[in-house]
């Protein structure tokens, strides 16, 4: 304590899920893609190693650039590239939110006010309504800039184009913010109306739908501008955020849209099967467009704490309107029939 700084007395700190180091657990609490990455990703890393590893890499990333501009049909220019879609997020903060009021739902993603304790950015939460849904009318003509998740994380609940176009033009002035780190599971990505706005940046990841969460490959789209803010933001920060071998993984990633494609379906479906036989048990959820659920219970923290100790873990967070909702990762077909297996033997006790 005694030569912290002030901000640093003051900071309280993101918590991440669970991560217990025991065989036989299921992991359902931080949602990551149960299948492993593409084999070219592991071909491509093997190929790394070496003493290609003993050089710095490409500051620019331009390979994985190029890879995501072509998947994109857009321009390597409108391409940042960092260390996980957290610290894209931490250099957007810190690039254009800083000097404005920033505005976000009150049930979010909750590294969103971690970050703005940490910049001494202002920013006031907007309720969602009774079914957790974003409303529009509370986001037009804002004072500020704005960020909010597409899906929202933990709600699972995606928003419409139309509905992300009208608040783009009804705030010319200010930043809109997109982040999509789960928008493959079923959502319709803002990515093609990047040309259109040049007040929209959207947030991405490789970590949930590329199955690279151990590689930390995140990045973000927009004009030209915006880019080169957050480019000066970085340089400032790490000149050198990704790796070699994250950078070679990611590309192959990228490059394997079959891979990508084929996973992405699985737990679509693995979703709504479990959906469904959660349903049929009289177990109500919210509607999800993402790799998770938010699934209601009369006891939420005591099921938790049940599915714990059957070393099945999912997350549970004991804050004000979602404390009696679980969030549950989608993982494969046998996890999610081990899941629901379990949740009857413990509503049958």
């Known amino acids: 304590m005694k030569f912290w700084s002030n901000i640093t007395k003051t900071l309280t700190p993101y918590v991440p899920g669970e991560q217990l180091n025991e065989s036989g657990i299921i992991k359902l609490n931080t949602n990551e893609n149960p299948f492993p990455p593409s084999p070219k990703v592991i071909e491509k890393i093997k190929k790394c190693l070496g003493s290609e590893l003993k050089k710095y890499p490409d500051p620019e990333s331009t390979e994985l650039r190029d890879a995501i501009a072509s998947f994109y049909e857009i321009e ?48 006031q939460t907007i309720s969602l309504n009774k079914k957790f849904e974003i409303e529009t009318e509370q986001y037009l003509g804002l004072d500020g800039n704005i960020i909010f998740p597409n899906p929202n994380a933990p709600t699972g609940i995606g928003v419409d184009l139309d509905v992300i176009e009208e608040i783009l033009t009804n705030n010319p002035d200010n930043l809109v913010v997109v982040d999509e780190a789960y928008i493959d599971f079923g959502g319709r990505s803002a990515v093609e109306l990047i040309g259109k706005y040049k007040n929209l940046l959207i947030v991405q990841t490789f970590s949930k739908s590329r199955s690279l ?21 970085k340089d400032s920060f790490n000149s050198y955020p990704l790796d070699r071998l994250a950078q070679a993984a990611g590309k192959a990633a990228i490059e394997d849209k079959n891979h990508f494609e084929y996973t992405c379906d699985e737990i679509i479906k693995s979703r709504e099967w479990t959906v469904s036989q959660l349903k049929i048990r009289g177990i109500e959820m919210l509607p999800s467009v993402a790799n998770f659920i938010f699934i209601k219970l009369e006891d939420a923290e005591n099921m938790y704490k049940k599915l714990k100790a059957r070393k099945i873990l999912v997350r549970y967070f004991k804050k004000p309107l979602i404390d009696s909702y679980l969030r549950i990762s989608i993982g494969t077909k046998e996890e999610m029939e081990n899941l629901v297996k379990n949740i009857d033997q413990i509503m049958e006790v």
Do not use: Q, W
């Open 213 to 233: 969460a151990g590689m930390r490959i995140g990045f973000a789209i927009g004009d030209v501008k915006l880019i080169e803010g957050l480019t000066r933001v």
């Open 76 to 123: 390597k220019e409108n391409i940042f590239v960092g260390n996980g879609s957290d610290e894209v997020l931490a250099h957007v903060f810190m690039a254009f939110f800083k000097d404005k009021k920033l505005y976000f739902p009150n049930i979010t993603y909750s590294f969103y006010p971690v970050y703005c304790g940490l910049y001494e950015i202002n920013y």
